[in-house]
């Protein structure tokens, strides 16, 4: 096992915590499955609050990106079952274009974070990359547009690239080694 630092990194952590959870109710957005209903405990537990959790550990080593992503898909996992939850037992009524516009900022801010991971590694970069066309084809489902569906298959594949990620940075860091390999940068290390 690899000597012991002062603190260890929490990004697998989150990174499962979001893959997790996305393949779960992407598998539901896709129509593999009916209800969401499971996925929506698992959105406050896993989705969102491990990956706050993680985002304030990230803030600890110094990692503003880190941070920042998962601080704000923690939040967005809690905002979206707290949604639900409230939807679906009347205390909240959510039109599809109010639901579809958010989708859409969260598409907008998606875009924006994938640009930095031109300076990452390809798998962070694939993960961002299929989230922010996720977030933008359920956005415009929610629109009328009828792409749902096919953003539940990316969004698929966006979770299982993201729990690829955190068993990469795990197993490397267990054998003290690249055994998984992420990439390297898209855009290089200049």
């Given at each position: 096992?690899?000597?012991d630092?002062?603190?260890?990194?929490?990004?697998?952590?989150?990174?499962?915590?979001?893959?997790?959870?996305?393949?779960?109710?992407?598998?539901?957005?896709?129509?593999?499955?009916?209800?969401?209903?499971?996925?929506?405990?698992?959105?406050?537990?896993?989705?969102?609050?491990?990956?706050?959790?993680?985002?304030?550990?990230?803030?600890?080593?110094?990692?503003?990106?880190?941070?920042?992503?998962?601080?704000?898909?923690?939040?967005?996992?809690?905002?979206?079952?707290?949604?639900?939850?409230?939807?679906?037992?009347?205390?909240?009524?959510?039109?599809?274009?109010?639901?579809?516009?958010?989708?859409?900022l969260?598409?907008?801010?998606?875009?924006?974070?994938?640009?930095?991971?031109?300076?990452?590694?390809?798998?962070?970069?694939?993960?961002?990359?299929?989230?922010?066309?996720?977030?933008?084809?359920?956005?415009?489902?929610?629109?009328?547009?009828?792409?749902?569906?096919?953003?539940?298959?990316?969004?698929?594949?966006?979770?299982?690239l993201?729990?690829?990620?955190?068993?990469?940075?795990?197993?490397?860091w267990?054998?003290?080694?690249?055994?998984?390999?992420?990439?390297?940068?898209?855009?290089?290390?200049?």
């Open positions: 096992m690899p000597a630092t002062d603190s260890g990194n929490p990004a697998p952590l989150g990174l499962v915590g979001f893959g997790l959870t996305t393949v779960l109710l992407s598998s539901v957005n896709a129509g593999v499955f009916g209800s969401a209903a499971v996925a929506l405990p698992l959105g406050l537990a896993f989705g969102g609050t491990i990956q706050f959790v993680a985002g304030v550990f990230e803030y600890r080593e110094g990692n503003t990106f880190g941070m920042t992503a998962f601080c704000s898909y923690g939040a967005f996992w809690w905002w979206f079952a707290l949604l639900e939850i409230f939807a679906a037992n009347d205390i909240l009524s959510v039109g599809g274009s109010t639901v579809g516009f958010a989708l859409l969260w598409a907008l801010f998606t875009l924006y974070m994938w640009i930095s991971t031109f300076k990452l590694n390809w798998a962070l970069w694939s993960v961002f990359l299929t989230l922010w066309i996720t977030f933008a084809l359920l956005g415009l489902g929610e629109l009328g547009y009828g792409t749902s569906a096919l953003g539940g298959w990316i969004g698929m594949l966006c979770g299982l993201a729990m690829y990620t955190s068993f990469a940075e795990v197993t490397n267990a054998w003290d080694r690249v055994v998984v390999p992420v990439g390297s940068a898209p855009l290089g290390d200049d």
